[in-house]
């Protein structure tokens, strides 16, 4: 079956902008995870969603980020009033909880902040 | 969730078996152990997990030590597309939480 599909898969913008990015996950996969990934760097964990809403919100570095999540499907993480320190590829991962709970990720949307 | 150690980078002969170590010696009786790999520019893919079976699938085999402090993934007949950072990860399922990826060895399949 179809995997986790994000997009777009690459995005650049202008330092101040807000984008949307848009993750649809496995079909029946109840879970749904937001990472990101500097180049070079190790995976950040930003939000994670059971059905629609969110019981950790943790990993988000600041107020200009937020997600949400509808009909227990499609995603979208919002960055609003960019930064260049936002550029990283944004990772999805969805998983059929609660058990058994491995997550599938997608592609990654590349964001570029200029 | 238990900490896990591998080797930065390690080098494989295509056509052979690659032997990736991975120490999680502080690992809990509900953890599992979790492999993943990130070929460049991709998203990680899952390979494998268990508990403290032996497990195989059609990409690979882990091996977990009796004591489960220590457990290895093998690619039987490793390709040049095989060439990726494997993550080895313990956590406990089930509990929905977030992968915690260390720094994973680099492997490169050498023609």
């Known amino acids: 079956g179809a995997g986790v599909s994000q997009s777009p898969s690459n995005k650049v913008t202008e330092k101040g902008k807000d984008v949307e990015l848009r993750c649809d996950p496995i079909s029946g996969h109840t879970a749904l995870y937001w990472y990101r990934q500097s180049l070079g760097q190790g995976l950040e964990f930003l939000i994670y969603f059971q059905g629609n809403s969110a019981p950790d919100k943790s990993g988000l570095p600041s107020d200009r980020f937020s997600a949400e999540r509808t009909g227990g499907s499609v995603s979208t993480l919002t960055i609003q009033r960019t930064q260049q320190e936002d550029s990283a590829v944004y990772l999805c991962?969805?998983?059929?909880?609660?058990?058994?709970?491995?997550?599938?990720f997608g592609p990654g949307t590349r964001l570029t902040v200029l | 969730d238990a900490k896990t150690t591998q080797p930065t980078s390690m080098d494989c002969a295509e056509g052979r078996a690659a032997n990736l170590p991975c120490n999680h010696s502080t690992i809990s009786g509900n953890e599992y152990v979790y492999w993943y790999r990130q070929i460049h520019s991709q998203g990680p893919q899952y390979i494998i997990h268990g508990l403290k079976n032996n497990e195989t699938n059609e990409m690979a085999s882990l091996i977990i030590t009796e004591d489960r402090k220590s457990s290895t993934l093998i690619l039987p007949h490793a390709t040049l597309r095989d060439t990726a950072v494997y993550y080895c990860i313990v956590r406990v399922a089930g509990n929905n939480n977030d992968m915690r990826f260390g720094a994973g060895t680099r492997l490169t399949v050498k023609p």
């Open positions: 991962a969805s998983s059929l909880a609660p058990n058994p709970d491995t997550q599938y």
